[in-house]
């Protein structure tokens, strides 16, 4: 299949909206990552996007609305702490999962009887699912299990020959996917991934706010994953990645004794300064790490790094989220310098 690559004009976004609505894919850019949208209800054209991606069928998609006043149509009950988050973060990086009716199909919730529901701010996105008038399904345009792309080149990279078109939006804002919550009880919310919606920003609208114990562990053989996407290796580029958790001056002096010349160090932007060996950085605030850590790690691939030393981020805010992602990277592999 030939890939389209579509600007963000009016009449290429027409064009994106009328493939999706012809059951086609296309690589659609949001705030947050790339996705790979799809009409939500069409069950082939959601087994197309598991078929592109090499995603396990049990790995469910996120459903994204131009208004979240439209989940009650794809929706069995939705609470009344859900409204206040939406007017809250709707349009926004968060996604709420929430008990679907027959409107989507199985294949879509990967056998759940939930749904993630989003309701993205970019513009183009925000336009390609009015003008398609389709509830569109998207997951994260990467290859499974590979870094998510933050950029039309990257979807390309992935997904040339694999869907009808991509849709260049620039390069996504928030760089890694949307905060997905489950809401349990009347005023508790559940983190099952984080983004940059952050803890402390959804304890402004509830009690309490719990991290799933899978943000940050690795789930037992057998253990059930809150959700699914926890439970696989993810985020991984080609590189043996190694999460060193400790300062700049531990860090320097674990590389020295560590092969320098043949490793390469992911360190944060102030680092370089003091830096004797081989390195890229990935911005200094979380906000920044957030951004830049998926192009990063894609970055290191392309120039062939074979083994990359990562400084651990920090855990708070959104630095949360960009841990979460780097731990994966790194199959969990985490040494306290
Ligand atoms: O920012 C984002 O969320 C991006 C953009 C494209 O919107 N999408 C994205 O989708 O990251 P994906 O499929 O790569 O990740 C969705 C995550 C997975 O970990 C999945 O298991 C979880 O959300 N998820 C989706 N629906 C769920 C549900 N019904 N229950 C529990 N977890 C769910
Ligand atoms: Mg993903």
Redesign the pocket.
Known sequence: METVLLSDSEADLLKAAQLIKNGNIVG?P?E??????ADASNEAAVRNIFAAKG?PAD????V?LADFSHAVKYTSYIPELAYRLAERFCPG?L?M?LP?NDLIPMVT??G?D???I?V?SHPVMHRIIELSGCPIA?????TSGYP?PTSAAHVMNDMNGKVAAVVDGGESE?G???T?I?IEGESTVRI??P?CITKDMLLELCDEVIIDHAILNELAAGEK??????KYKHYSPKADIIMLEGDLESFIDFVSKHDPENTYSLIYDEDGEKFPFRYMTYGGTSLEQAHQIFAKLRELDEIGAEKVFVRAPSKEGVGLAVYNRLIRAAGFEVIRI
């Open positions: 659609i949001t947050t990552v790339y996705g790979l949208g995603r790995n469910p998609l996120i994204h990086p996604t999962v679907k919730s990967g759940l939930t749904v993630g989003r993205p998207a997951p994260s345009a990467n998510s928030f890694v996917e949307s997905v489950a099952l991934r983004g994953a809150a959700s699914p996407g926890m």
